[in-house]
């Protein structure tokens, strides 16, 4: 879903952790330091294949950040996946599990592969295979990986399964595991569930009021999109739009979310939803609302798009969405948005309750770990929109300046010896 997006994503994210880095005046050798990966692992992985013939996949690992905890971050499986790929995506991951205050650090791997030419069968002997082979840089205190795209919770399960072979009893090991299998109530949601507590803080910093009465337009209707459109719909919010890669649906009035969403449970195409008129895909983003979510791929607000939005606020809850030249005529415009490493930071943040769940081998509610979700987000708001009302800083400045001043702070106090 996100391949074109990737190299872009990486010069996105360059810009604007150097516009953060101007802002903190540091040093060029302290700069060269907090950019450089730590480790970068890359490996060639033979499976046979059911045909008998022998295979072989390129699979990297790079461990960006460990200075705040243990390296953190997704696992995909995707033809475009590359070591320039993986390396941007491991640096986003030491800022984000920073910004939310998070005790780990930032790693990112994949296997370029296309899944869907894989048995399920040769799908686990290459995950299993890319365990041994990761196995002495991975650790429950070391580098937890998780899903990403194109790996899930049966991916999270054979990679749990295989450590465990290895180095005995470790659900700890990786996470976004089936829920009946050490995985934790509540991480399906978290990112859909995040984005919800993120508008609200913004939405209340601003004195715009409740979520309640609100309009919202949703690109994206997957994992993150369907669970915040249901979330908002159950607080009151008028949900006005969706679209995924197919079509758009609007209803002035606000869709039925949770009618949609059985509708497409069915099996039946967003277009056909009796409750709404039909739009092109590309039409979603100028529908005109309080909140516009962009929660499906990168890169997707431009400079060319940047200026015909009809939205007043733009919550991030995809990776990426916008870019340096959309950002800019955004910023011009006075559309105040709310950047990814903190709207969908929600994700990370349940991946970090499920680990804390398996070290003490214990099994918290759905509720418990909603309100602890809560505080997170609402903590991590109030520190971003602190920064942006003392150094006058937009949002995601604010959420870079954090990051970096968080893992500058566990560098320096850990030491350089
Ligand atoms: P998903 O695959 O479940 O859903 C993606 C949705 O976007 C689908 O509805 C798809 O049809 C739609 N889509 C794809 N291409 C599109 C296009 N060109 N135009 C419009 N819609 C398009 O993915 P997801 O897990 O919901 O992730 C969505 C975004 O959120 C991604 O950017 C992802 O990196 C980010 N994210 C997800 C999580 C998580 O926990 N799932 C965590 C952090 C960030």
Redesign the pocket.
Known sequence: ??SRQKSSHAENTNHFIVEALQHLEYPERLQKLLLTPEREVSVELAILRDNGEVATFDAYRVQHDNSRGPYKGGLRFHPDVDIDDVRSLASLMTWKTAVMDIPFGGAKGGVTVDPSTLSERELEILTRKLVQALRPILGTYEDIPAPDMNTGAREMAWIFDEYTKFEGFSPGIVTGKPVWLHGSLGREA??GRGTVFAVRELLRALGQGEIKGKSFVI???????AWAAQILHEQGGRVVAV???HSAIHNEAGLDVPSLRAHLADRHPLSSYPGGSSLP?EAILNVECDVLIP????GVITEHNAHDLRCKIVVE???GPTTPGGDDILRKRGIVCLPDIYT?GG?VTVSFFEWVQNLQNFKWSEAEVNAKLDNVMTDAFANIWELHEQDGLHLRTAAFVKALQRVTRARVHRGFD
């Open positions: 879903m996100q978290a990112t690109q994206g209707f997957g994992n993150v999109g679209s995924d890669v895909k929660a499906a791929i990168g809850a995809a990776n969908n994700g």
